[in-house]
């Protein structure tokens, strides 16, 4: 059994920063692929930043130049750095993980922003 476990949401202000944390454990834990993607009512979840066991990453257009995606050497955990948070980045956020692709997901995280 896969389990992915955020830490790290919260309310902020417009203009701060959150450091989410994603730590993974169970039968399969070394992962080429982890990511972040984020889910608001009525809207389709989206990514917001994948990283491969490589070290490549890829994010979205809305976060470029705000968000740092990294993972420990074991790949065993994966960070979101958000900086400059703006009140559309008000979503819940939703680590996953895989070899390829997004197969496991966490249960996910809160992040408010008030303008």
């Known amino acids: 059994q896969v389990q992915l476990v955020e830490s790290g949401g919260g309310l902020v202000q417009a203009g701060g920063s959150l450091r989410l944390s994603c730590a993974a454990s169970?039968?399969?834990?070394?992962?080429?692929?982890m990511g972040w993607y984020r889910q608001t009512p009525g809207k389709e979840r989206e990514l917001v930043a994948e990283i491969t066991g490589s070290g490549g990453t890829n994010y979205a257009d809305s976060v470029k130049g705000r968000v740092t995606i990294s993972r420990d050497t074991a790949r065993v955990t994966v960070y979101l750095q958000i900086n400059s948070l703006k009140p559309e980045d008000t979503a819940v956020y939703y680590c996953a993980a895989g070899r390829v692709g997004p197969t496991y997901w966490g249960q996910g995280t809160q992040v408010t922003v008030s303008s």
């Open positions: 169970g039968s399969i834990w070394r992962f080429d692929f």
